[in-house]
């Protein structure tokens, strides 16, 4: 499949500049262009109040604010290199709106205030296919790892472009592609590796930092997939490159990321399931949020043009 407009995102690019964004006032000016929480009369961004980000620091538990409809987060700081069982710093934040965007954390800080009913489960799985089970009525989440191999050799010298497989007949996965990094070379990846067990997920949410490294096996079976559409490629030449966990969600199947406020939990925003594709729809989710945030929480009433929206 000869996909004819394609690029990449530089996700560290990215994150910079929104990390300015919210920090550093100056970036935006006055000219009412940005990231802002709601819009003015000319649609001009209104104050947008003061952003902070703090390096260093982990969510390790929401809870509903015991007297109030706002919401307690738990802060951990110095938390590095401390053993399995230590703890660094804690501390908490009273907030009115919290938005879950955790990633791979994310469905583990919900334990305990979501319903049963509409608990999204970490289900890793260990084997060869992107095999996700739903039972009825709950979603799981699937942990998997994608590794990715660097490759300079002979049988893609005249590739300009990214070449993907066809996807799997479950959507599962997209396949092992040939993309390119921000310097121009050439990469193979991510494959479909489900990882550990529900009981590690479970005992420890951040199991999956131990698989960040492509094995031998994982190399050898992504040069066996290039070759049905690269047989030029000298499999013998691929070199370890980087791998990622993907936070899929499923529900019968194929299921793209999700973004949640249950009526019974005014305040909190989930964002669950975010692998690449989320990356690719951040700004939009982002702008949806806020949306969210407005309506629903702040009460605003929509502007004749927010009514229009969707109708075009």
Not at 7 to 21: A, N
Not at 94 to 103: E, F, L, M, W, Y
Request: with cysteine; glycine share 12%.
């Amino acid at each position: 499949m000869l996909v004819t407009s394609t690029g990449i995102v530089d996700s560290q690019g990215l994150v910079d500049s929104l990390s300015r964004e919210i920090e550093e006032e100056e970036y935006i000016g006055d000219k009412g262009v940005g990231v802002g929480i709601g819009q003015g009369t000319h649609g001009r961004v209104k104050e947008r109040g003061e952003g902070v980000i703090v390096p260093g620091t982990r969510v390790v538990r929401i809870d509903r604010e015991e007297k109030g409809k706002g919401w307690v987060v738990q802060l951990e700081t110095g938390w590095e290199g401390k053993e399995e069982g230590e703890k660094g710093e804690v501390e908490a934040v009273r907030a009115d709106v919290v938005v879950n965007t955790a990633g791979l954390a994310a469905a583990s800080l919900l334990e305990g205030i979501v319903p049963e009913s509409e608990q999204v489960k970490m289900y890793p799985l260990k084997g060869e296919q992107n095999v996700v089970t739903a039972k009825k009525g709950e979603m799981e989440q699937s942990l998997i790892i994608g590794n990715y191999v660097s490759y300079k050799g002979p049988g893609v010298y005249f590739v300009s472009r990214l070449i993907y497989p066809c996807p799997s007949r479950d959507l599962g996965s997209l396949g092992t592609h040939l993309t390119f990094d921000l310097s121009g070379n050439i990469r193979f990846g991510p494959d479909a590796e489900p990882i550990g067990s529900p009981a590690a997920y479970s005992q420890n949410p951040d199991f999956w930092q131990d698989h960040l490294a492509p094995s031998a096996a994982r190399i050898q079976s992504i040069g066996d997939a290039v070759l049905t559409y690269l047989p030029g490629i000298d499999p013998s030449l691929l070199e370890p490159d980087y791998s990622g966990i993907r936070p899929n969600i499923s529900d019968k199947g194929f299921f793209d990321f999700m973004v949640r406020h249950g009526r019974d939990r005014q305040g909190l925003i989930e964002c669950l399931g975010f692998a690449s594709p989320g990356l690719t729809s951040s700004l939009a989710v982002g702008e949806m949020v806020a949306k969210m945030v407005r309506k629903d929480i702040w009460k605003e009433k929509a502007s004749v043009e927010h009514l229009a929206e969707g109708w075009e």
